[in-house]
Structure formats: C-alpha cells, structure tokens
T-cell receptor, first 113, second 117 residues
C-alpha cells in the first residue's frame, strides 16, 4: 500500500508562471516531509522540507505547504524557470533523523519558455 | 567537499549471480541509506547503516544485505539475482548529528544501474 502518493505523473507550466506539485499521505505518524528534484542520470537533490509542526516553509522560489488534517502537502515554485524541468519527489519520514524516507512515485515537471 | 560516490555506475549480471555495490559517503557523514528505484515501484528504502550497525530496514527479502565499515563506506549485496532486481540503486548519506533535534538532509549519489539478464 502506497503511503505517499503523487497522483499527477506530469505537469506542464509556462516560464514565469506558478508550478504547484501535490502530494498526499496516509500515515499519520509521518513527522517530516521533504521534496527532492531529480534530473536524468543523477541522484535526487534535496529541495525543501517541512516539519509536521509547521504549515508552511519557504526558501527562495520554493514554498511547501502542509495540511495535516487533509494529509496533503504541496510544493509551489514561483516563478517557474526552464531549469526547473525535472522529476519531483515527495518524501516522508516517521524518524526524526529522516534517513529512512518513504517516497512518492514522482511528478515530471516541464517548464516551457 | 566531494559528494556521495557510488561504484560501479553500471553493471550487467545474469539471474542467479550475486552482486556487490559500493558507496562512499560525504566526508564526515556517518549515516548511509540505500534505496532501489524501479519504474513500477518508484524509490523504495532498503536499509540504513550508522556506526557500522543497521539502524533501519525496509521491506525487502533477505537476499538484500548491506554493511558499513569503520570509515562509513558502505556496501550492499544482492544474492541470487532475479530479473526484477534490475533497478537503479541509490545511496544517500547524512551527518546524523548525535542529540540533534532537527532532521539532517540526505545527499544522494548518482546511483548504480543494475541490469539482470
């Protein structure tokens, strides 16, 4: 059973617009959530994270929102740039150390200029 | 600072063989985690090692095993290979500060692409 779900396999956005990537989870024990970006032939790269005690975390163009009651989180990228085109993975951890991550299957973001 | 390195980058094996993959973490990082990525299942956690001890384990059969050395380098072994073991195997390291109340970021290597024929 998939504990972390990214229901949109792909998303296409125009340069300069907002990209919103969504993620749902089922395990209420998850304490920490992360977003990773992955380019082909490379390992995932950490983007941004949020603790379950917060509902928003911002880092430059990236903002993650967490709605615990809905078991939903989203990643907003504003403004989107062509270099943002990659696969985005949502991940969750029950362990505060965050070393045993449960990943979603990813959303492929394409930003066109 | 050098990133996480994994060797080899590509590997072709046949069913029934065994394979050993290697991971060198970022200098100073003490935790090493292994993940399997396949098109069908996505990224799945295999196991994590810290101070030469397995600290966490995912839901994989006993054919998958690992170990960590005193210099934090880690190896994972897959015995009796099956076609379904064809995947990208990713290693990630983190500092894992003792007594820290915050979560350390995991840094991933480029992966080893294993093909089982």
């Amino acid at each position: 059973d998939q504990q972390v779900k990214q229901n949109s396999p792909s998303l296409s956005v125009q340069e300069g617009r907002i990209s919103i990537l969504n993620c749902d989870y089922t395990n209420s024990m998850f304490d920490y959530f992360l977003w990773y970006k992955k380019y082909p032939a490379e390992g995932p790269t950490f983007l941004i994270s949020i603790s379950s005690i917060k509902d928003k975390n911002e880092d430059g163009r990236f903002t993650v929102f967490l709605n615990k009651s809905a078991k939903h989180l989203s990643l907003h990228i504003v403004p989107s740039q062509p270099g943002d085109s990659a696969v985005y993975f949502c991940a969750a951890s029950v362990d505060q150390a965050g070393t045993a991550l449960i990943f979603g299957k990813g959303t492929t973001l394409s930003v066109s200029s | 600072k050098a990133g996480v390195t994994q060797t080899p980058r590509y590997l072709i094996k046949t069913r029934g063989q065994q394979v050993t993959l290697s991971c060198s973490p970022i200098s100073g990082h003490r935790s090493v985690s292994w993940y399997q990525q396949t098109p069908g299942q996505g990224l799945q956690f295999l196991f994590e090692y810290f101070s030469e001890t397995q600290r966490n384990k995912g839901n994989f059969p006993g054919r998958f095993s690992g170990r960590q050395f005193s210099n934090s380098r880690s190896e994972m072994n897959v015995s009796t290979l099956e076609l379904g073991d064809s995947a990208l195997y990713l290693c990630a390291s983190s500092l894992l500060r003792t007594g820290s109340t915050s979560t350390d970021t995991q840094y991933f290597g480029p992966g080893t692409r294993l093909t089982v024929l």
